[in-house]
């Protein structure tokens, strides 16, 4: 069935540091690919998406690329901050079929 | 546009006790997703529902997890009787369509005692 693996967590990096948190997808067909961040104490919420191979999604200065060749979606960011710090979660979605999530990977941002 | 909306926050019973959580999706939104998040996992989907009809519901432990959508609007999940594994958040979500992103109510926190 289709599957999400991500990169083990937790990282820890110091405020300005460069973020990359590894996702590779398991699917049949052409899912969409999304990554989901969770606040402290919040819900889900939506950080980026892509839909097809090469897109790129990006929001709030992080980018991930669509890559079917290696079926990867990675999540990279140049400069962390702080408030940066949550537990991000990558996703695929077959169409009108359920998201399916990876274990999520938490990160802490240190001043 | 107003969120997605549950209830209650948090919730702590004993095992064998019953407990239900309520959702209120986005206006206009046909489609309505329970996850379960265990902690230190990704959540897992329960059920799903097309407006008041259910579209997969193979990983809802049936002989204790219920859930009905009344007029495809808003939606009750129940545990009945709960056990200590049952211990998760349980997430809301909706969707325009099956197709579309899903946003994600804040989530109930439940602790089996």
């Known amino acids: 069935g289709d599957s999400v693996t991500q990169m083990e967590g937790p990282v820890t990096l110091s405020e300005e540091a460069f973020l990359t948190i590894n996702c590779t997808y398991t699917?049949?067909?052409?899912?969409?690919l999304f990554w989901y961040v969770q606040y402290p104490g919040e819900g889900l919420q939506l950080l980026l998406k892509a839909t097809k191979a090469d897109d790129k999604g990006s929001n709030k200065g992080f980018e991930a690329t669509y890559r079917k060749e290696t079926t990867s979606f990675h999540l990279e960011k140049g400069s962390v901050q702080v408030s940066d710090s949550a537990v991000y979660f990558c996703a695929l979605k077959p169409g009108a079929q359920k998201l399916v999530f990876g274990q999520g990977t938490r990160l802490t941002i240190n001043p | 546009e107003a969120g997605v909306a549950q209830s209650p926050r948090y919730k702590i019973i004993e095992k064998r006790q019953s407990v239900a959580f309520w959702c209120n999706p986005i206006s206009g939104h046909a489609t309505l997703y329970w996850y379960q998040q265990i902690l230190g996992q990704g959540p897992k989907l329960l059920i799903q529902f097309q407006n008041n009809g259910v579209v997969d519901d193979s990983q809802l432990p049936k002989d204790r997890f219920s859930a009905e959508r009344l007029k495809g609007v808003d939606s009750t999940l129940k545990i009945q009787p709960a056990k200590l594994e049952d211990s998760a958040v349980y997430l809301c979500?909706?969707?325009?369509?099956?197709?579309?992103?899903?946003?994600f109510g804040a989530g109930s926190r439940l602790t089996v005692l």
């Open positions: 699917a049949t067909g052409y899912p969409s």
């Open positions: 979500a909706s969707s325009l369509g099956g197709a579309n992103v899903l946003t």
